[in-house]
């Protein structure tokens, strides 16, 4: 679960935060800049129902009389309160924080760009006044904020990311499984993870969010070290999950890794469209906001159509 809120204060977090949120709002300024601003508006003002109160939350949507007459806190809800709700599902298994050990690397490590991609796409939809909220998980659910549209939830995301730790193993399904029921009848889901896993069908699991109406956004996010197996010499890989030590010289099986692996992107590549999964794969060797500039364009193109 969640490390303990007092966590969230101590200066190594909050130097992450600032950081992560310097990086997420220069990407999302530099991606919008010359562009129009967007025509979503904010809220309506139709009154839905009642919900406890969670942190997040506008305080100023409290009823105090309900608070008053029970001592519990109770919040307004809205009918059609934005224009698009999001929960990204971001992978926090023990291969997500791979870093290369090669002195020579320009790629950043992994768990530093996944961050950077939930904090600018959160930055970015709650710019356009949609809600995001963030899942992230391994084996099970580790952290799990509901999506809001109101500007200071930023800072409730990059809480969770700054704390978030990288551990374990992935279990999509089972996830997925467990959350289904909560994810908004129409909305979109974005599922960022480098696909590492066992036993899951991934596709087969995203189909079904599919099927219940969500759009589903597959960033699909692999270290060049992952792809190029660069290594030299008698090697002892050790996993980062639950696998035991394998000891190789990758150059007798390098190319015959690398083959494995682009076949395991043109996997994706090649499903994912057929069954309404708009995928993008990442490297993390290339500029994210390059990388994110280039989605944005060829998937606003492929909305015009």
Request: charged share 25%; proline share 5%.
């Amino acid at each position: 679960m969640a490390e303990d809120s007092q966590s969230l204060y101590n200066a190594e977090t909050l130097a992450e935060i600032s950081s992560l949120s310097l990086r997420a709002i220069t990407l999302v300024e530099g991606l919008l800049s010359g562009q129009h601003r967007s025509p979503h508006k904010g809220s309506s003002v139709e009154f839905a129902e009642y919900k406890a109160y969670s942190p997040g939350d506008d305080i100023r949507h409290i009823d105090w009389k309900v608070v008053g007459k029970t001592d519990k806190y109770h919040v307004k809800q809205f009918e059609q309160a934005t224009n698009l709700k999001c929960t990204i599902l971001l992978d926090t298994s023990g291969s997500m924080g791979y870093q290369s050990p090669l002195k020579k690397q320009d790629a950043s490590p992994k768990a530093e760009y996944v961050r950077t991609l939930v904090a600018a796409f959160s930055y970015l939809l709650l710019k356009q006044f949609d809600a995001v909220g963030l899942l992230t998980f391994n084996r099970s659910i580790a952290t799990h904020i509901p999506p809001r549209s109101k500007p200071s939830h930023f800072q409730h995301i990059l809480h969770a990311l700054g704390n978030c730790r990288f551990e374990g193993e992935t279990h999509v399904s089972e996830v997925v499984g467990d959350i289904i029921e909560r994810l908004p009848g129409r909305g979109m889901l974005v599922m960022i993870s480098d696909l590492l896993v066992r036993d899951d069908d991934v596709l087969k699991t995203l189909n079904l969010i599919r099927s219940r109406g969500l759009e589903v956004l597959l960033f699909h996010v692999l270290h060049p070290d992952e792809i190029e197996l660069p290594f030299d010499g008698d090697i002892v890989f050790e996993s980062l999950e639950d696998d035991p030590p394998v000891g190789l010289n990758p150059e007798d099986v390098r190319d015959q890794y690398k083959a494995t692996v682009q076949d395991f992107i043109s996997h994706f590549q090649t499903n994912c469209p057929s069954l309404g999964i708009d995928y993008q794969f990442l490297n993390t060797a290339t500029p994210l906001e390059q990388a994110l500039r280039y989605y944005l364009l060829r998937r606003n193109s492929l909305l015009k159509l």
